[in-house]
């Protein structure tokens, strides 16, 4: 057991004036089992390649460990694994990795195949029983978790739960739940630890945001108050002091003295309210630092003049000549939210991508109603470059109401100004997303929306579709998402 400890580490990207990183200190116990959190853009896979060593900072980072990266950089997919495993660690034991196979439910056949030809699932079992191999190593995990359907999530979940000595950056809370002990998250001015899991962790910052909030309303309170206390103590101060010249009723001359003293008097108790005001202001600047404001998001769905929207029976789905699910018989109807689940290559974005109008080979009966609108969301955000502004127009969007729901989703000014393309991946499904909800559809179909996304902006999007209960088929791996939104769930 050591420790890794960060000491007054400041870090900005060479042309940007703002530090994403300044002046954090912290240490890790390097038995730890760290979940990695904080909303998307914050820095949390900078952090992890200044551990690594990829950038040059201020502050010092002290570790007796060696940092190991997931996932593993492979240039040459088509290799077979076995080689790979081999270039990652060239001492390892045969029968250590499949015994690390063993509890991620691998077969030692997967070693023979070219690493391309591997499952999403199967790649991340692969990556992550090699490094664990490594001695004196402390794993840095990348979102293991994204494209994994829910079984092989609880697989990696429950098999990390084993090990200790990583930070785990994920979005999935009960992922995070059932493999961490201490959480690191990146809030809006600092980072810090505490012990527990996500769960733990997430009561104990809305505990704190609440205690923060509420006292910001008293602290205004006051504010206002004894502003407005100083104000009419100091107008009654200079009032006093005028009629130092004046008279009395009788025609007697006034006590110049007594008035001063009495001006003076009530002056002095302005500049203490004023004095009292001023420190509550202090006090008050204090707070909200770390505050998310996970403003509410609207959509505007249409109603459709039917109940039933879309309807399949007996539909077959096929890759070229290869068939890969058949027999789905299922409809949509209106308020429906429907989560589509199945393992991974089981035909569920084709089906999606069939209701949608694309080019999907099947067998069987397929209905869609007429003059149907259907607003996509889809896996792939490569195609994302230029600016948002020329974004909005080529897609016939509200530009202000664009950029409104983005910033609800906490993007920065500054990110409307850059390419699309030097998004982060959360920041690049949040485009296609805000796009979807400007979009008047009667129906929503949306493909792993949650890939990237950051824990706030998924609980943002849960209140939405709850709140304003659009139509909606959707695939995602989330089984918190899953659980808190899905009306029906259609299994294949």
């Known amino acids: 057991m050591s420790t890794i400890k960060v000491t007054n580490l400041t870090f900005a990207y060479d042309g940007s004036f ?18 990695f959190t ?7 896979t900078t952090f992890l390649n200044l551990l690594l060593g990829r950038y ?31 270039e990652m660690i060239p001492d390892y034991m045969h029968w250590e990795l499949l015994r690390e196979f063993s509890f991620l439910q691998m077969d030692e056949e997967v070693l023979e195949r070219p690493f391309a030809t591997l499952s999403n699932g199967e790649q991340t079992k692969v990556l992550l029983a090699a490094l664990f191999l490594k001695e004196n190593s402390f794993l840095l995990i990348d979102e293991p978790t994204n494209h994994l359907d829910m079984g092989a999530r609880k697989l990696v979940s429950d098999y990390l739960q084993t090990k200790s000595g990583f930070i785990l950056v994920s979005h999935d809370r009960a992922f995070l739940d059932n493999c961490v002990d201490h959480i690191l998250s990146i809030n809006k001015t600092n980072i810090e630890i505490q012990k527990g899991n996500f769960s733990t962790w997430w009561e104990n ?61 009530m002056m002095k108790r302005a500049k203490s309210l004023e004095q009292r005001q001023h420190a509550a202001i202090e006090e008050k600047s204090k707070l909200l630092k770390n505050v998310e404001q996970g403003d509410t998001l609207k959509i505007a769905p249409l109603a459709y003049h039917k109940d039933r929207l879309v309807e399949l029976v007996d539909v077959a789905i096929f890759y070229g000549d290869k068939q890969v699910t058949s027999g789905i018989r299922f409809s949509v ?53 230029g600016n948002l502004t020329d974004y909005a127009r080529s897609n016939g969007l509200d530009e202000s109401l664009f950029k409104a729901i983005l ?48 824990v706030i902006s998924r609980m943002q999007i849960e ?11 959707f695939v995602e791996h989330d089984s918190e998402f899953c659980k808190n939104i899905a009306t029906k769930v259609i299994e294949l």
């Not at 703002?18 to 979940?35: A, C, H, P, R, Y």
């Not at 609800?408 to 390419?419: C, I, M, P, T």
């Open 205 to 265: 910052k809305e505990r704190q945001d609440n205690y923060e909030l509420a006292e910001n309303e008293r602290l205004k309170k006051d504010i206002r108050r004894l502003s407005e206390s100083a104000k009419r103590t100091s107008n009654w101060s200079h009032e006093v002091e005028k009629t130092k010249n004046g008279t009395r009723n009788s025609g007697s001359k006034v006590d110049k003295g007594y008035v001063g003293h009495k001006a003076a008097k």
């Open 18 to 35: 703002d530090n994403i990183f300044e002046n954090v200190s912290f240490q890790i116990d390097t038995d730890w089992k760290l979940g």
């Open 56 to 86: 040059e900072y201020s502050g010092t980072i002290s570790a007796q460990v060696q940092f190991e990266y997931f996932p593993y950089p492979i240039e040459n997919k088509e290799r077979i694994t076995a080689e790979i495993i081999q």
């Open 333 to 385: 109807s209106q308020g429906e939210r429907i989560a589509l689940s199945g393992k991974n290559g089981s035909g569920k974005s084709s089906i999606l991508k069939l209701i949608c109008g694309e080019d999907v080979r099947y067998t069987g009966t397929f209905r869609k109603g007429s003059q149907l609108k259907i607003s996509y969301v889809s896996q792939d955000t490569s195609h994302l470059q």
């Open 407 to 454: 910033r609800k989703l906490d993007f920065s000014r500054v990110q409307f100004e850059k390419d699309m393309a030097a998004f982060s991946g959360g920041q690049k499904k949040k485009v296609l997303i805000a796009k979807s909800l400007c979009e008047r559809a009667h129906l929503y179909v949306w493909d792993e929306p949650l890939n990237f996304i950051d």
């Open 463 to 473: 209140e939405l579709l709850l709140e304003h209960a659009p139509t909606i088929l």
């Open 38 to 44: 904080g909303r998307n853009g914050r820095g949390k």
